[in-house]
């Protein structure tokens, strides 16, 4: 699934939009809105109904025209509120983040998708008494104009003079103004920037901390929070128990001089506690924080979660139940008594930083004693090494999480479950793909959603299927240029031989989680397109086969997934690369491949990342390759230094559509083989000999037509 790989950390998306650095100072007595609340829950066409991609001169036009009614009827309650004593702000600020900082996050969580309409993953937006502004990066911008009203001026972040965030209300608002934000939703890092930001103009960053104001106008029609129970995942899957995974973490709280650290990344306190849940769609995660000490841990989770099975899983690790709202309060005794605590200021949310600053603050006036604020250190390479101690008045150590890259680096256990899991996942859309091809050469009318649909099918018949990994990404011709293109029943192309057709999906499976991308075409391609199709495979391989010394921090190659279309002039708005969790998270840190350099954190063996190069011609046709790869140890002649040298094992046993129609693994005669059962010890005999006997698979045999193809023009031959 094609994202923007570079960040170091969650706050890093939101810094994209925001700006730098500052520190919250107000003192939180709000109650935590997770699991407390009780709430309820346009696009063009063309003639022939297909989605068009309009330009955005035109879809303003429409959109003015069609808008006689006046002002945004969301827009005009949350401005009403501006006034009320209480809150006095000139501007708002909705980021698209849970309390835990979630790329995927629960319905009743979905604040901005319900205030702006847009419905992609990413974007902040921003409202003050007379404007309305939404940034969001390249994926989107083709998404952003289609279901944006005119109510809302579209930031292209990262274009040629598209201010951020920052910038923008610096410009727009006179100087002195409140601008609230709701400190739940933002990482410490990022409240810290933005506070310093608008400080230049004497602006003033209010933590409306008692409630949300997208709340207030949402009222009872929101969402009800999820109440699906957790479940442990089997040792078989893990490798590693849960005792000696909290061991881990206390040695490394021993060795940077803390007494206790707080965990408030879904995915890290699932893969720790070795957990999974079901909170929010796509990931197996469930809502709650961790703080691990030296000798307890505590687990703050909605109690009717936990089943007898999972509460003795859990007392046999030593873990402790505290209900989710008790996190503040717990947080604030541990600094009360002085306790040296971990917190990762790019995941921690401003709300829990500012509760343990205020009450450092009072534990140091009342003991007389000076605290101490041990260094920040943000890099994720440095998880094990120890910090400066500073003067200060805060005895915390910002630093990013120690499970961050122990999560990353998978073990024998995680990568035999991702192994197993992506060959039943090659199985079902080895299936998918033949029949999809048939049905179009029948002239069966299948709309891209219909053809989603159906793919999930086919998943579902795959043993350890739990759910999609992410919305299938189903977009014919023009629609495949929208990079995160989520098409719906009402709103949607058909798919034929006509055009280029793009397929991005993936699973969670009990053992693993997949994400893969094909674009393939049933009919004749223009020449244009066999080109860009050409340069896009030729980038995908030269990085597949990419050795490296290790410490080569993945921004050093992503310039091989781009090298060929730069030389025609063309390229793609998103990184190369993602990290990929075992059965967890399909987007996760610290690893990237990406063109922005800010992440130096090394790849190294056992980290799972993707490979997806793509091009997107606007209003015509998406082409995206993507497998998922394992970073292991290469065996070479020399070592030059003394040093390893790494590269890349693939886990996608899909086939590419490849230079002549008659090689594409597209026939009937596959699925009598693909019935094969795969056993926990890898799969069938039959599906090996079919994968490593087909020259467009990616099996251990492709390598020499991986090679050949660098020079070759796949479809023209």
């Known amino acids: 699934m094609a994202i923007e790989a570079a960040r170091l950390s969650p706050s890093l998306a939101a810094a994209a939009f925001l700006g730098r650095r500052a520190l919250p100072a107000t003192h939180f007595t709000r109650r935590l809105p997770l699991l407390l609340l009780s709430r309820a829950s346009a696009s063009s066409s063309g003639g022939d109904g297909r989605a068009v991609a309009l330009p955005s001169s035109e879809l303003r036009k429409r959109r003015s025209s069609a808008s006689a009614t006046g002002e945004d009827s969301k827009l005009g309650a949350i401005r009403r509120l501006f006034v009320r004593p209480d809150i006095a702000i000139d501007a708002y600020i909705v980021p698209s983040q849970d309390a835990h900082q979630s790329e ?76 609230g934000i709701d400190p739940f939703l933002f990482s ?107 000798s307890t841990a505590t687990l703050f989770v909605d109690r009717n979660k936990v ?28 600094a009360e008594k002085g306790a040296k605590l971990w917190l990762d200021s790019s995941s921690v949310n ?53 499970v961050t890259l122990a999560k990353s680096i998978k073990n024998n256990a995680e990568i035999r479950g991702m192994k197993n899991s992506h060959l039943r996942d090659a199985a079902a859309l080895a299936e998918f793909w033949c029949w999809l091809e048939e049905e179009v050469r029948k002239t069966v009318a299948l709309t891209e959603v219909q053809v989603a649909e159906k793919l999930l099918e086919f998943r579902q018949k795959q043993d350890g299927f739990i759910e999609t990994s992410f919305d299938t990404i189903s977009g014919y011709g023009a629609n495949g240029a929208i990079i995160h293109y989520r098409p719906t029943p009402d709103s949607c192309s058909s798919v034929g031989s006509d055009n280029l057709f793009l397929l991005d999906s993936g699973a969670q499976y009990i053992d693993g989680t997949t994400d893969i991308t094909r674009t393939v075409h049933f009919g004749e391609p223009s020449q244009r397109q066999k080109e860009c199709f050409t340069r896009v495979l030729q980038g995908h391989i030269a990085l597949d086969q990419a050795v490296f010394p290790e410490r080569t921090p993945g921004f050093v190659l992503d310039v091989l997934a781009r090298s060929s279309l730069w030389k025609i002039g063309l390229d793609y708005r998103h990184g190369t690369g993602h990290g990929v969790g ?39 046709f998406g082409i995206r390759i993507e497998n998922l790869v394992l970073v292991k140890e290469v065996n070479l002649a020399n070592s030059f230094g003394g040093i390893s040298y790494l590269g890349f094992e693939k886990l996608t046993f899909v086939p590419i559509q490849g230079a002549k129609k008659k090689d594409i693994l597209f026939q009937g005669s596959i699925v009598s083989v693909l019935e094969a059962q795969l056993e926990d010890s890898g799969p069938s005999q039959a599906l090996l000999d079919l994968i490593n006997g087909c020259p467009l698979a990616t099996g251990d045999e492709f390598a020499c037509w991986w090679q050949s193809a660098v020079d070759s023009t796949p479809f023209s031959q």
């Open 582 to 620: 075992a059965a967890l998270n399909v987007h996760e840190g610290p690893q990237s491949i990406s063109y922005r350099y800010g992440n130096l954190t090394a790849l190294q063996k056992g980290m799972i990342v993707s490979n997806e190069p793509g091009y997107y011609e606007d209003n015509s």
């Open 307 to 334: 089943s007898e099975d999972v509460l003795e899983h859990l007392e046999k690790a030593g873990v402790t139940l505290k209900p989710y709202n008790a996190i503040l309060s717990s947080v604030e005794r541990l």
């Open 188 to 294: 410490f890092d990022a409240a810290e920037e933005l506070k310093d930001a608008i400080a230049n103009k004497n602006h003033e960053l209010i933590m409306i901390s008692d409630f949300n104001l997208v709340d207030e106008i949402w009222g009872e029609s929101r969402p009800e929070p999820p109440k699906e129970p957790v479940r442990v995942h089997d040792i078989k899957y893990a490798g590693i128990d849960v005792p000696s995974k909290l061991s881990y973490v206390r040695s490394e709280l021993a060795e940077n001089g803390c007494e206790s650290v707080v965990i408030s990344m879904l995915d890290e306190i699932a893969w720790l506690l070795n957990m999974r849940g079901s909170d929010v769609p796509h990931s197996p995660v469930f809502y709650s924080y961790l703080i691990v000490e030296m």
């Open 104 to 179: 995927f996050i629960a319905e009743c969580f979905m604040r901005r998708t319900y205030l702006t309409g847009f419905t992609g993953s990413a974007g902040t937006a921003v409202v003050t008494k007379n404007n309305a502004a939404f940034w969001t990066d390249g994926r989107y911008f083709l998404q952003a104009e289609k279901e944006l009203s005119h109510e809302w001026t579209l930031m292209r972040s990262g274009n040629h003079g598209v201010p951020t965030t920052i910038e923008w209300l610096n410009d727009v608002l006179p100087s002195g103004c409140r601008i």
């Open 350 to 402: 401003a709300a829990i930083a500012s509760v343990f600053r205020s009450s450092c603050d009072r534990y140091r006036k009342k003991t007389g004693k000076t605290g101490r604020q041990i260094g920040k250190d943000t890099s994720s390479d440095e998880l094990t090494s120890k910090s400066h101690v500073q003067n200060g008045a805060l005895n915390g150590l910002y630093k990013v999480s120690p």
